[in-house]
Each structure stands twice: as C-alpha cells, then as structure tokens.
C-alpha cells in the first residue's frame, strides 16, 4: 500500500479527466487520417498522464517523466487486483 501512495502521489497536482485507462497497441485503431481508442472498460477519473505511456512511448514523454508514470500505472492496476498474479507482477514493478 505504502509503494503504491507513494507512486500516485508523484502525480499530484498535474492534470485530472476521465481517461481510457488501458491504452495498449491492441485498444488503438488508427487510419490515414484519425486514431481512435476501443474498449473502454478501464475508463475513470485519474490523473491524464496515466494514459500517456502508450507502446514504445508513442507520447514521446521524458524518461524520467515516463518512469514516474510507469511506476503510477503499475500501481493502480495493482491495486485494483484483475487477477492475484497479475497484480503480484505488476506490483513487482513499483520501487
């Protein structure tokens, strides 16, 4: 619990809204001329940033920007427990 405040609380007071909250290569739909995200079963309010590391840092973010980010991410989805070894793995993930 102490690793995951700790990695959210790393975004605070930078921007809120409702986000996808699983944006990976499989989500993203993309023509000549739009992109567009699937699957909004992950959909919340959190923190914009979560959903900015998209596969190979499309949103072509800092890394150390990215890392905090990356660390948040594996936070939630860890504490939301989809499954005990997922969440085990992904919290493996949070320093």
């Given at each position: 619990?102490?690793?995951c405040?700790n990695?959210?609380?790393k975004?605070?007071g930078t921007p809120?809204?409702?986000?996808?909250?699983?944006?990976?290569?499989?989500?993203?739909l993309?023509?000549?001329d739009?992109?567009?995200?699937t699957?909004?079963?992950e959909?919340h309010?959190?923190?914009?940033a979560?959903?900015?590391?998209?596969p190979h840092?499309?949103?072509d973010?800092?890394?150390?920007?990215?890392a905090?980010?990356?660390?948040?991410s594996?936070a939630?989805?860890?504490?939301?427990?989809?499954?005990d070894?997922?969440?085990k793995?992904?919290?493996?993930?949070?320093?």
């Amino acid at each position: 619990v102490a690793r995951c405040r700790n990695a959210w609380r790393k975004l605070s007071g930078t921007p809120q809204s409702v986000i996808h909250g699983d944006p990976n290569a499989g989500n993203i739909l993309m023509t000549k001329d739009s992109v567009g995200l699937t699957d909004w079963d992950e959909a919340h309010f959190d923190y914009c940033a979560l959903d900015l590391p998209l596969p190979h840092n499309a949103a072509d973010l800092p890394r150390d920007e990215l890392a905090i980010i990356k660390q948040a991410s594996a936070a939630w989805e860890a504490a939301v427990c989809w499954g005990d070894d997922y969440a085990k793995r992904r919290l493996a993930e949070v320093i």
